[in-house]
T-cell receptor
Framework: KQEVTQIPAALSVPEGENLVLNCSFT??????LQWFRQDPGKGLTSLLL?????REQTSGRLNASLDKSSGRSTLYIAASQPGDSATYLC?????????FGKGTRLSVIA | NAGVTQTPKFQVLKTGQSMTLQCAQD?????MSWYRQDPGMGLRLIHY???????DQGEVPNGYNVSRSTTEDFPLRLLSAAPSQTSVYFC?????????????FGPGTRLTVT
């Protein structure tokens, strides 16, 4: 059974800092890995999708990497801003629907 | 192209009442699924479908029924609501093969059972 773990559960950083969110998964037989953002009381917004054959994806200040063999992914956020404050969710897709981690709650302090 | 739509956005039920949460997608996706999100528990899979007429159970299926008569629709039925079903429910879809398998989510339904 696929299990996804996200560390840390919560993170508070000053504005402008670069930061890394971590995601690990137990079964390396995945199709892809997605990072989502969720604002309080809102739905899920897809940030980045990395296919199993890829090593990384970039969108603006966000960079996600994938090491399938070791079951790890990282989400790098450069020059963090207060507007980046949200919960970030990692999810992996295999033969069954997405399996989610519990998320990292990020607070960027101005 | 509306993507994944869910209705209603909010619902309050009394214990024992029944209701159906609606989910529709206009992307011709074969895969559809229902998740619930609870504080500290993350998103957990309730039921999913790999195509019309085919459904399967996820991690937390008890108390919920689903059917898939068309590609577009995947309703979730609560037969006898319980306070433990108070949660936010998300519907999602993706294509079955080819492409990136990116998952698309609806805006969610907030359900309170009193």
């Amino acid at each position: 059974k696929q299990e996804v773990t996200q560390i840390p559960a919560a993170l508070s950083v000053p504005e402008g800092e670069n930061l890394v969110l971590n995601c690990s998964f137990t079964d390396s037989a995945i199709y892809n890995l997605q990072w989502f953002r969720q604002d309080p009381g809102k739905g899920l917004t897809s940030l980045l999708l990395i296919q199993s054959s890829q090593r990384e994806q970039t969108s603006g200040r966000l960079n996600a990497s994938l090491d399938k063999s070791s079951g790890r992914s990282t989400l790098y956020i450069a020059a963090s801003q207060p507007g980046d404050s949200a919960t970030y969710l990692c999810a992996v897709s295999g033969n069954t629907p997405l399996v989610f981690g519990k998320g990292t709650r990020l607070s960027v302090i101005a | 192209n509306a993507g994944v739509t869910q209705t209603p956005k909010f619902q309050v039920l009394k214990t024992g009442q029944s209701m159906t949460l609606q989910c529709a997608q206009d992307m011709n996706h074969e895969y559809m699924s229902w998740y619930r999100q609870d504080p500290g528990m993350g998103l957990r899979l309730i039921h999913y479908s790999v195509g019309a007429g085919i459904t399967d159970q996820g991690e937390v299926p008890n108390g919920y029924n689903v059917s898939r008569s068309t590609t577009e629709d995947f309703p979730l039925r609560l037969l006898s609501a319980a306070p433990s079903q108070t949660s936010v429910y998300f519907c999602a879809s993706r294509s079955a093969g080819g492409g990136t398998y990116e998952q698309y989510f609806g805006p969610g339904t907030r359900l309170t059972v009193t």
